[in-house]
Structure formats: structure tokens, C-alpha cells
T-cell receptor, first 113, second 110 residues
Framework: KAGVTQTPRYLIKTRGQQVTLSCSPI?????VSWYQQTPGQGLQFLFE???????NKGNFPGRFSGRQFSNSRSEMNVSTLELGDSALYLC????????????FGPGTRLTVL | DQQVKQNSPSLSVQEGRISILNCDYT??????FLWYKKYPAEGPTFLIS?????DKNEDGRFTVFLNKSAKHLSLHIVPSQPGDSAVYFC?????????FGAGTRLTVKP
């Protein structure tokens, strides 16, 4: 099976712009979670989608949003970018049979100038 | 709030010796714990897990210990190898939520 894929891998934006990141889960996985990784903060949970519904949400401002499509692909959007949004954004997929394990994509490195 | 904490940002160990990475959590509802390993430019990959009904799980050179009363888990790597050099994240789950620690960068010196 192909792993989790994320596009783009690298992105440079300026303050005030908006960005959309994409994640394709492992085939058959219906749960997709998004995380932000910054130095010293580890992986901060953004949100989780399951069958096109947001099931959980982390403690991030409303500028961060996401959605999931019927084929389980997911996108996350960040509007009005701030310098502090520069981070590695990781997507992870899982299934009911993956034993609680999440499978991560390579991430999208977002730099906000 | 940081429900999962890895208080050591880095650890350096000699090849062949034991590496011990520690993790503390605050939420007593967590019942499943995992360790992930992350190399630069790659996403984290699953390493080993343990459920709250056990206190030890072993897989080759990797052993995870869970002390529920202390809300503490640790990952032991014996013997450590240079290829083990990576950032290690511990994670805790309560079926609804998975929370990660900040990570510990392990360096294994030849």
C-alpha cells in the first residue's frame, strides 16, 4: 500500500496570505489527523477528521480550518498567515484496524516571511 | 496544556550502551501509549506501543515500560546503534485523542 502523501512538501508565503495543504491517507484509512510541529513544542494536535466530519479539534485559532472529502483526502487551510505559523505540518491517517497507530506523511514545511 | 511531557530535549549515548528516554503524562484517562521515531525530512514512524493493562512491552532492542501510578513511561534501547539517532516522540491516547510530547533528540555516538 502507498503511504500517506502530502503536498506540497515545501511552501513559502508572506504574512497575511492564506495557504491550503493537502493530505492523501493510506488507502482504506478513514481517519486523518493534522499536527503542527515546531522546535521545542513537539507535535501539536490541530484536528481530526473521520468520514468527512471533524471529530476532534485542538487548541488553535479559527484561522486554522480543515475538511475531508468523500475519498478521505483532507485539506487544511490557514488564513491570514502569521510569522509564528512557520512550522512543519504533518498529516497522519489511521483505521479502526490499525490498533491505535497513526501513519504519518512526510509533512509540508511552511515558511512565512 | 501539555498533557504529555518529555523533559529532556536531547540525549547523547555511546554506541552499544543503553538509551533511556522518558515521558510523563497528566491525563489518567490515557490508556494507550506509543513511541514514534522521526528522522529529518521524514514524518514520524511508529516504533512500539503499550496498553495500560501492561507494564512492559518488548520488541527486539526496544522495550517500553509503563508506570501508571507515576504516570510515567520510558523507552529503553539496548544496545544503542548510530542509526538510532533521531528525534523520539512519545504519545498518549484515550481513544478520542492522541497527544504527543515535545520530543527528545537522541544522538548515538560511534
Amino acid at each position: 500500500k502507498a503511504g500517506v502523501t502530502q503536498t506540497p512538501r515545501y511552501l513559502i508565503k508572506t504574512r497575511g496570505q492564506q495557504v491550503t495543504l493537502s493530505c492523501s491517507p493510506i488507502s482504506g484509512h478513514r481517519s486523518v489527523s493534522w499536527y503542527q510541529q515546531t522546535p521545542g513544542q513537539g507535535l501539536q494536535f490541530l484536528f481530526e477528521y473521520f468520514s468527512e466530519t471533524q471529530r476532534n479539534k485542538g487548541n488553535f485559532p479559527g484561522r486554522f480550518s480543515g475538511r475531508q472529502f468523500s475519498n478521505s483526502r483532507s485539506e487544511m487551510n490557514v488564513s491570514t498567515l502569521e510569522l509564528g505559523d512557520s512550522a512543519l505540518y504533518l498529516c497522519a491517517s489511521s483505521s479502526l484496524t490499525s490498533g491505535g497507530k497513526q501513519f504519518f506523511g512526510p509533512g509540508t514545511r511552511l515558511t512565512v516571511l | 496544556d501539555q498533557q504529555v511531557k518529555q523533559n529532556s530535549p536531547s540525549l547523547s549515548v555511546q554506541e552499544g550502551r543503553i538509551s533511556i528516554l522518558n515521558c510523563d503524562y497528566t491525563n489518567s484517562m490515557f490508556d494507550y501509549f506509543l513511541w514514534y521515531k522521526k528522522y529529518p525530512a521524514e514524518g514520524p514512524t511508529f516504533l512500539i506501543s503499550i496498553s495500560s493493562i501492561k507494564d512492559k512491552n518488548e520488541d527486539g532492542r526496544f522495550t517500553v515500560f509503563l508506570n501508571k501510578s507515576a504516570k510515567h513511561l520510558s523507552l529503553h534501547i539496548v544496545p544503542s546503534q548510530p542509526g538510532d539517532s533521531a528525534v523520539y516522540f512519545c504519545a498518549a491516547s484515550d481513544n478520542n485523542d492522541m497527544r504527543f510530547g515535545a520530543g527528545t533528540r537522541l544522538t548515538v555516538k560511534p
